[in-house]
């Protein structure tokens, strides 16, 4: 399939307005000047010349309404050019080519992007295969291979066809099922063109030619969606219905009563409803730009007025209500390693990795403060892992067969059991040939995610659907936290499109999503709204929005910009056309003559696009604005929420060795100690700093209470703990007494990620996504008195 280019005849059409535009503006202008010099003749010649430019231009977008029957009000504007040449009216026959020449030139500014491309999602397509023939490699067109063809795939190459894995693979299928994480696959298991080999090279047999494989069948289904969506309609054509009648009737009324053409010639002069052609594009153009400054682009006039009439909001998950790439979630340790040595050394060794979870670990010990150094001697174990020495210890890192073997430990068993439901992937690691812990990830829900469906609520959004590719478990879990209404799980494309169908009977759709597997969807929603900050997708293309920041609230904001510039733009009408309205009246009773009514006319435009150009105006937005300090105090307290993850989960770790045959309570002292020494100083500022910050940004203080609360709760259960182990005697240490401990370990645990969701969402949520990578950590101490 050729990729898809800019259509001719759509730039010749964009180009004709544009000189439409400037021949009226000059032949009315030089017809002025000639008149001012008293060159009567020329004057009539040059506005005679813009009559019939308007004329035939007029003439000619009546002609293609009718062939498309639809309503227009062009009629108006062919008889009130004709009628101001046959009354011998040049002057009121140029002025109204200029408005309507101008009316069509900001139309077609405003809706510049009428048609959606493929353009990426077709280049993204493998072209060539890399055949095995004879133990050498041929590489072909994707056209040549046929079934039985066996195929080798680079590292970091997109599977050209449907195909049968012959070795095992690490395969990113995000594509296809928008799920960030990466998986495993076997021999004998089946794979789907589109996949990106996430791992070392791997090798399949062709079950599909291209043209029937699944990649093939998503630029299909894009295809199928575009041509089913509307074209977007003028606004002036909902009024022709009922005012090309009316202004038809009054016109020949008055011509009937009075016995004078000119009457009638006036009446349509002032009729010409340059209010719907001039103000409504206005209002809507200054909304594309309000839309543009917060960082969101909606494609053209018909976008915005379908986003501001979407009722039905549907969400994929990956990268769109989640961050859409694995982060590190958890460190469980085995035995008395330390969680900060065991990452620190991970990470060290994954700095040379370019697997795709190695950035997320890197990033991990990165946002810890731990200090990285280069390994050495690394070797990587093709299908298991990566080894090395960092400083005077040999690092494995990979997979649990390869660190633990076949045994099955209690400690493996647990982690297993919890990354199982988590839906958290695990890499292993082990120092010196010892297993010394093993890392949760995950794909985070982003943290700004349930503001912004309580936004989007606010703003008119009657329902919010998450479909998604993801297992049901997963599903449910982030629509729970979301705050949706349903969850529709395991959707592939077809599945999307068809959940698309049965939500447009509760109002207009809005599909968001951010993959090439949501591009169908995007395209058939009456509003599709793709996530570019990370980069240009095929769901770019297909989308009616864009946002181009990565920070999804911006949504809601878009959606209640939209809503007003629509208001805004009827506003402008219906006062245009109300005194339109009114000079007609006064022009069929033969008080306003062509000429004069063409100017009074141009006055109610004037005083339209007033109205209109209130749009460029801000509105309510729900976007938060911090000011530099606040910003970069938030960004501190980031730093210190941060560092003390760890200490949270060694509360975990201390209340799970916990033993009722044991006594030594050093462990839970020094730990103790911790809490009293970092924790709790972090959770005092956070009250000091943090929580005045929040209430300035939000603008009181019942977005706090929750926090506070909690920061109290916190407190009191570290002095809960101290008091408990001040009265024990390690010596005379009780079954009920180990209890009671791992009660308050574990409660102060629940408490504490609870708190840290909170925070996240609640107050760092706000700060500006790129203000975090300029800043540094710092201490920070409450302020006193």
Known sequence: ??????????????????????????????????????????????????????????????????????????????????????????????MITVMLASGQFLE?????????????????????????????????????????????????QIVPVDGRLSSTATLDESALTGEALPVERSPGDDVRSGVVNAGAPLELVATAAAAESTYAGVVRLVQQAQASSAPFVRTADRFAVLFVPLTLLLAGASWLLSGDPVRAVAVLVVATPCPLLLAAPIAIMSGLSRAAH????????????????????????????????PMLADVVTAGDHLADEVLRLA??????????????????????????????????????????????????????????????????????????????????VAVD????????????????????????????????????????DIADMVGRIIGVDTVLAECDPADKLAAIERESANGATIMVGDGINDAPALAAAGVGVALAARGATASSEAADVVLTIDRIDALADAILIARRSKRIALQAVLVGMGLSLVAMGVAAVGLLPPAAG????????????????????????????????????????????????????????????????????????????????????????????LVPLVDRALGGSEGTVAMSRTHAEIE???????????????????????VELRRLLYGLYAVLRLHNAQEEEGAFSLVPPGAADTSAAAPIRPRVG
């Open 598 to 689: 063409a100017i009074v006319q141009e006055v109610i435009d004037v005083l339209a696009i007033g109205i209109a150009l209130r749009a460029v105006l801000p509105g309510k937005v729900h976007t938060i604005a911090m000011p530099p300090a606040d910003i970069a105090t938030a960004l501190l307290l980031r730093a210190q929420h941060d560092a003390v993850l760890p200490l949270i989960e060694q509360i975990r770790s201390v209340a799970d060795a916990l033993s009722t045959q044991s006594s030594d309570l050093a462990p839970l002292q020094l730990l103790l100690d911790r809490l009293e020494s970092e924790l709790l100083p972090h959770e005092r500022a956070d009250e000091a700093l």
């Open 1 to 94: 399939m050729p990729p898809t280019r800019p259509n001719t005849v759509t730039r010749i059409v964009e180009n004709q307005h544009t000189l439409l535009f400037a021949a009226s503006g000059a032949l009315l202008l030089a017809g002025g000047a000639a008149w001012l010099v008293s060159a009567s003749t020329p004057a009539r010649v040059l506005w005679i010349a813009g009559t019939l430019l308007g004329l035939g231009f007029s003439i000619f977008w009546t002609l293609g309404a009718i062939r498309r029957r639809t309503p227009s009000v062009d009629i108006i504007a062919v008889l009130a050019l004709a009628g101001a040449l046959a009354v011998n009216e040049p002057f009121a026959g140029a």
């Open 108 to 156: 077609a500014r405003a809706d510049v992007r009428a048609r959606r491309e493929l353009s990426l999602l077709v280049e993204r397509a493998p072209r060539t295969a890399r055949r095995l023939v004879g133990g050498g490699v041929v590489e072909v067109t994707v056209e040549e291979v046929v079934i039985g063809d066996l195929l080798l795939v680079g590292t970091g």
């Open 716 to 738: 009191h259960q570290v002095s809960r703990l101290r008091l408990l182990l001040v009265g024990l005697d390690t010596s005379s240490v009780e079954r009920e007494d180990i």
């Open 294 to 325: 917060i960082g969101v682009v909606i494609k053209g006039g018909g976008a915005l007025e379908r986003l501001a009439g979407g009722r039905v909001m549907l969400f994929d998950k990956t990268g769109t209500l989640t961050q859409g790439r």
């Open 347 to 428: 990470a060290s060794l994954d700095q040379v990795s370019a697997h795709v979870l190695a950035s997320a670990i890197v990033t991990g010990a990165i946002r810890r403060g731990l200090l990285l150094e280069m390994p050495t001697d690394v070797r990587e174990v093709q299908g298991y892992g990566l080894e090395g020495r960092v400083g005077d210890h040999r690092v494995k890192v990979g997979k649990a067969s390869w660190i633990v073997g076949d045994a099955a430990s209690t400690w493996v068993r647990q982690v297993r059991r919890r990354a199982d439901l988590d839906g958290s992937l695990t890499v292993f």
């Open 433 to 472: 040939d010892e297993p010394a812990g093993v890392f949760l990830l995950e794909d985070a829900i982003r943290p700004d995610a349930p503001r912004m469906v309580r936004a989007l609520r606010e703003a008119g959004i009657s329902r919010v659907v998450l479909v998604t590719g993801d297992r049901a």
